[in-house]
């Protein structure tokens, strides 16, 4: 069988699996694009026009939808080597009507491709149509602590606790405010803060939250709560100690309310403060999973499904799953989500790491168009590996390597999150 054959044959299978999506950014309420700016405003498309030489003019609110796509699209010669290049001509071919015959857009496509978005997302049953071409069953959603949990269907938009602002805003009147307006606890101690977290849990697991998240930075320590000390790191700003004592809170209440708490570890803000919106953020190598340890084992009962920012870091996040049962390798995260670091990290994962403990890919989609071409640049990968790591070297059959793929991009995510 040519080598090329047997990886599509697993690829054509593996497309078929039904996507349960376990961590986005999607706005329920508006969760498809109403043009092509929604699209193309995606910040991978800012990021790479701006540092391709693309002034930021045009990137501001006010500034024209249709001027923002000609003057991205105008861009796109110097960026069409890029994985994010190949997603936007995916959603092309499968939503906006580019023939499969054509591989690249120039800026004279910029206005045709804007009408036929304009046209096509228009349709009262787009988003249904969405779910079905991508054969997206359920995705998670990133819900502020005083999000609103109604509206929308929480079967299919599965709420996800982001605790960020609880842990590293606190200090902030306005974080305290609004926790008080939404559990009707004010927070003046240790047992109030214990209280209003507690209401808060209470009000997302009844409303269906499956999952807990946080992202956090090169340098945090976690450290269990001070009860005794809480007023006065309030009072004096030790606003360090402050967050490693609420993130272990936290922790607590997931595993008092049974959630995962997903870790996405690495990311230090605002390295290029002069960067467009949501481009301004890298990573940082003195992240270690060191700094966890205590955590992880302060915590068996919580599932700790774990990102990291670089790919660098990829064998100390197997080393903690190989040995810590709560450690899972959770996607491909960010910068770490182009295809020769996905293909390393997935091959260092899945020879050694539990197969029920890998949890595949999520899509960190805004906008649910871009659900398809993210998954699909996965599963090409993902039936790559299969077929030079099981299948050539006799391991597994053909149908067994498909069973494989597919506990790692629905199995473990059902398994894990209970949905």
């Known amino acids: 069988m040519p080598l090329d054959q047997l990886v599509q044959n697993l690829e054509s299978a593996l497309s078929k699996v039904p996507l349960i999506d376990p961590h986005s950014h999607i706005d329920p309420l508006k969760p498809v694009s109403k043009s092509l700016d929604d699209i193309l405003g995606y910040h991978y498309y800012t990021e790479l026009a701006h540092s391709a030489g693309m002034p930021q003019t ?34 092309a071919h499968t939503f906006l009507g580019l023939p499969e015959s054509e ?33 997206l069953e359920k995705i998670f959603l990133t819900n502020e602590f005083d999000d609103p949990l109604t509206g929308f269907d929480t079967a299919k938009y599965v709420p996800c606790l982001r605790t960020d602002t609880l842990v590293f805003h606190f200090d902030k009147p306005e974080t305290r405010r609004r926790l008080e307006a939404t559990t009707g606890t004010h ?3 240790a047992a109030s803060l214990r209280r209003a977290l507690a209401k808060v849990f209470l009000r997302f697991t009844q409303n269906g939250a499956k999952a807990c998240a946080i992202s956090l930075p090169p340098t ?12 006065e790191q309030m009072q004096f700003h030790d606003y360090h100690d402050l967050a490693s004592g609420i993130f272990w809170l936290i922790a607590e209440l997931c595993r008092d ?32 999973l060191i700094q966890y340890r205590d955590l992880f084992n302060a915590f068996p009962e919580v599932t700790f499904p774990v990102s990291v920012l670089t790919s660098a870091q990829n064998q ?16 491909h995260w960010w910068y770490s989500n182009t295809p020769p670091f996905i293909r390393k990290d997935l091959t260092e994962r899945v020879t050694a790491v539990p197969k029920t403990k890998l949890i595949g890919y999520y899509s960190d989609a805004y906008k649910l168009e871009f659900v398809k071409p993210k998954y699909g640049m996965y599963r090409r990968i993902l039936a790559g590996v299969l077929a030079d790591e099981f299948v050539r070297p006799g391991v597994l059959s053909e149908t067994d390597a498909v069973a494989l793929g597919t506990r790692l991009l629905r199995d473990n995510v059902r398994e894990v999150f209970k949905v």
């Open 58 to 91: 045009l990137l501001a609110p006010e500034a024209d939808p249709r001027d923002r796509v000609r003057e991205i699209v105008k861009f796109m010669d110097r960026y069409d080597n890029t994985a994010q290049y190949a997603w936007f001509i995916d959603i």
């Open 220 to 231: 945090f320590h976690p450290a269990p709560f001070d009860d005794e000390h809480f007023y």
């Open 257 to 288: 309310f049974r959630l995962p708490f997903d870790l996405m570890i690495g990311v230090n803000r605002k390295v290029y403060p002069k960067g467009v919106y949501q481009g301004q953020d890298l990573f940082d190598q003195r992240t270690s």
């Open 316 to 331: 100390e996040l197997m080393a903690y799953s190989w040995i810590f049962p709560n450690v899972l390798p959770n996607g």
């Open 103 to 135: 591989t690249r857009v120039s800026a004279s496509d910029a206005d045709k491709l804007f009408d036929a978005a304009q046209k096509t997302f228009a349709q009262p049953d787009w988003e249904k149509q969405v779910f079905e071409k991508t054969r």
């Open 187 to 189: 927070v003046h101690d």
